[in-house]
Each structure stands twice: as C-alpha cells, then as structure tokens.
C-alpha cells in the first residue's frame, strides 16, 4: 500500500477539526486534506476540499478511505468531551479509546507514517498541584473523560516505545473559537458568554465566578498542532503528551474584559454538574518543556483574545 500525500482528519466537524481542516489545506492542499466525520461538515469545510462520512469505530470503512486517498497522516480528533462522558460512560470510553485503537493499530501496521491524536489538561485531578502545573506530575482524573485521555497517552507512548509509530500529542487546555460551536465541554461556557455578549443578552455561567481554568484562544491551538507535527521528530522528545498553556482566567475576569467592549454586558452564575469537574482540573499549566522541545509559544493573551473574538461576533462593539 502506497503511503501518498493524503492528510485524514477525523471528527472534521467539531470544534478544532473545523478550524484544523481549513489550516491543513492551506499546508497540504485542499485535495490532499480529506475531512471525515460521524455527521456532516460545515459549508466552509466542504465546499473547499474533500468531505466523507466516517464512524471512527468502523475500522473497514476508515482503511478503505486510508488506500482511496493514500493517507500518510491522521489527525484523530474525534471524542466525547468531559460533561457529555460523564452522562454517557461507556460509549465515550468506547469511542475516545477503541477509536484511538483504529489508529494506532493502522500505523503499527505500516499503512500510515505519523499521527495526531488529542490529549488535554483534564488529564490531572485533584490531587495534581493546580498552580503551574509540571509536565510530569501526579494525574489522578476523576472524569471519564480525563481517564480515557490519560490512557490514551499512556498507549501513545506504548506504540512509540514498542512499534516506533509516530504519534504526537497535545494537551489542549479550554479552547475558545469564534467560528465553531463547541460540544459537551466544561470549559465551553467561554465560547458561549461571547455570543450571548455578542447578541446583547445577559449570561448565565454554570461555573462560580472565580473558577480559574487553563485557556487557549483557537488560533493558538491551532498553531500548536501544526507546530508539533511539523516538527523534527528528534525534536519531539514526550511521547504521551505535551502540556501546552496561553491564558487562564476566571468567568468574572473574562467578563471584565468583554465589559471593556461592552459596559452593559450583564453575567451571573448558577454552578451546575460542570462545578465538580473544573475543580478538579489545575487552574495554570506549565508549558516550558514544549517550548524547549519544538519551539511551542503562544500568540494571544486575554485582551488580544477578547478583542478578535468580538470582532468578528460583534465588530460594532468594539471601541
Ligand atoms: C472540555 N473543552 O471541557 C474540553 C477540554 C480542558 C477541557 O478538554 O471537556
């Protein structure tokens, strides 16, 4: 089987991989990008390169589209995010690890050469020091979700170490995007305080105001991605995965900053089921092993984040 230029992104239609598609393309070409997903793609992602139905789970329909479009490499994003796996235990540990299973599984067999699989910050628990939190420390998750990323890079690092596969990773923090909706996470109320700021409504936030939680503006997320896959690979020394950080912030400072745009935005709070789970993630990560390793920094701070997001939601706040 031939290892050509195809480029697979699977779960093409969340909330990275419609940002990731349209970044690969520009990388590969739109050709060579195929988006894939359980359910249809956005307009944007469509209509400007190659689009398939795929459930990760069914590993003969993801092979025959590995040899249709001589794949070389997966970005394996599909899952079920921390607040939705919490109300759907197995079949998110189905899909987060027997999906990663399809994956890896493919590239030890030599039919695919490197491969991107998410990891992310929900990874640690609350027995994981909060403040700066290490590359290496204790990662006790108490989420569904959590447990299935940790695994998860353990098997990364198993593939890499035993069969040599290529495959890198990242821990995404919260990651906050104008052009997507997010699904199913706990960090989403700060995707969402934006629209309903954008639409001059109040917000009501399911987290208390001074829960503090590691942050990425998307464009950063994005630029960490590309950054670690077009890295040396000798350059790329952790194999389970890497901590990456930006920003982090609580709801009331967030609102702060969108109240600089807008003084009349209005937000209160009703913690629900999500309380439990953002406390026990680490409020800020420490990043400097990534950008040791490959060079990993970020670009956007709270005010430029704020700033861009409301510019594009709601250009005519912006004073
Ligand atoms: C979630 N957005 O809230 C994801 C992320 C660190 C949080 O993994 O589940």
Known sequence: MTIGKGVLVIGASGQIGTELVMALRQ???????????????????????????????????????????????????????????????????????DGLFNVLELAREGHIAKVYWPSSIAIFGPTTPKVHTPQRTIAEP?????????????????????????????????LIGYKSAPGGGTTDYAVDIFHKAAAGEPFTCFLNADTRLPMMYMPDAIAATLGIMNAEAANVKVRSSYNIAALDFTPAELAGRIRENMPDFRIDYAPDHRQAIADSWPGSIDDSVARKDWGWKNRYDLKAMTRDMLVNLAPESIR
């Open 142 to 174: 108490t989420t569904v979700y959590g447990i299935s990323k940790l695994t998860g890079e353990r098997w990364c690092e198993y593939y890499f170490n035993r069969y040599g596969v290529d495959v890198r990773s990242l821990r995404y923090p919260g």
């Open 27 to 97: 990388q590969h070409g739109t050709a060579n990008v195929v988006a894939c997903d359980i359910k249809t793609a956005s307009d944007e992602v469509k209509a400007s390169g190659p689009f398939e139905l795929l459930d990760i789970l069914d590993k003969d329909r993801l092979y025959a589209l590995v040899k249709q479009y001589e794949v070389s490499e997966i970005y394996l994003l599909a899952a079920l995010l921390s607040a939705t796996a919490e109300q759907k235990v197995m079949p998110a540990w189905k899909l987060n690890m």
